[in-house]
């Protein structure tokens, strides 16, 4: 962890913060979801590195040590698409691998359909191909006390977090977002409600861990989170008939909650998904929860790199 060097970058008028190891050519670009920030790529910056390409994370605009933007309730995934290509424009990058998760994955998506010419690859943990918009996560198939749904609605969420400190907060999220199934809350309730404290984090993820995020979560808050992804994830954005033709790779754990959103399975196991996607490989990983990548960092690493260098230019 020592070797991975630090940096704010001028992008669009904000700083971000910008994590890198490695060097050369070979790009591989991590984009984190919620509540996540570039630490949550800490294995597998190392492993690429290690195998001879340059490993960059960041925290996105309003999240971690990146700067907020200046109008956080009207950020939306537009702006984390066009973020990531400045980003790689700023890094002098011409082309890269995008790896996504949760929500990284629609940036990756975006710029993949958008900006063809800067991708080699696409790697997505958690999430099929979705395109932010009505079309995308149907809400209105979902129960009205899942947490996507409950956290969309402007001060409901703030009230629910603020109840708590900020390591509690992620804490909790960690604990739910880990299990298999949906995070519903009922009508008398709020989403940490659901967590039991004395619960304690899953074994792979250190308490040590935790003071990283919760440090992040402190200077950064929740606003701009709260936006992005889940009181934008329904505006169009602008994207018809979408398609991704790099070479792209979905890590999927069986036990991801997302498994159960409605006609996911099928979308994926039948292959719907590839109608967007026609260069598309699924991996399965039986006991992979939400946060793979940290729960089993080992696999995820041989996955990653395995596609890194099947599709590298020689």
Request: hydrophobic share 45%; aromatic share 10%.
């Amino acid at each position: 962890m020592e070797k991975i060097q630090h940096s704010h970058v001028q992008v669009q008028g904000l700083k971000l913060h910008v994590a890198q190891i490695g060097t050369g050519p070979k790009v591989v670009l991590f984009l984190h979801g919620f509540p996540e920030i570039w630490y949550s790529w800490r294995h597998q910056m190392i492993a690429v590195a290690n195998a001879g390409f340059r490993a960059v994370a960041f925290d996105c605009r309003g999240y971690g040590l990146s700067d907020q933007p200046p109008e956080p309730e009207k950020a939306n995934f537009n702006d984390l698409a066009d973020e990531v290509v400045a980003l790689l424009d700023s890094l002098a990058i011409d082309k890269a691998f995008l790896v996504g998760k949760d929500f990284g994955a629609f940036s990756a998506f975006m710029v993949a359909v958008t900006h063809p010419e800067r991708v080699l690859g696409v790697i997505t943990l958690g999430i099929p191909f979705l395109i932010p918009g009505p079309l995308g996560i149907q809400l209105d198939l979902l129960p009205k006390g899942f947490y996507v749904i409950r956290w969309a609605e402007p001060g409901r969420a703030e009230a629910d977090f603020g109840r708590f400190d900020v390591k509690t907060v992620v804490r909790n999220i960690y604990i739910l977002f880990c299990r298999s199934e949906l995070q519903v809350a009922g009508d008398n309730e709020e989403i940490m409600d659901l967590v039991d404290p004395s619960t304690p984090l899953p074994p792979w993820f250190t308490e040590e861990d935790l003071d990283v995020y919760a440090t992040s979560y402190q200077n950064s808050g929740f606003r701009n989170a709260l936006q992005v992804p889940y009181r934008c994830i329904q505006l169009d954005c602008g994207i018809t008939n979408p398609k991704v033709i790099a070479p792209s790779l979905l890590i999927m754990g069986e036990k991801d909650y997302v498994m159960k959103f409605p006609g996911m399975e099928d979308y994926m196991r039948k292959g719907i998904v590839k109608q967007f996607m026609p260069n598309l490989d699924i991996t399965f990983m039986p006991e992979g929860n939400h946060f793979v990548q940290e729960q089993l960092p080992e696999q995820v690493n041989e996955l990653i790199l395995t596609f890194l260098n099947k599709n590298s230019c020689t």
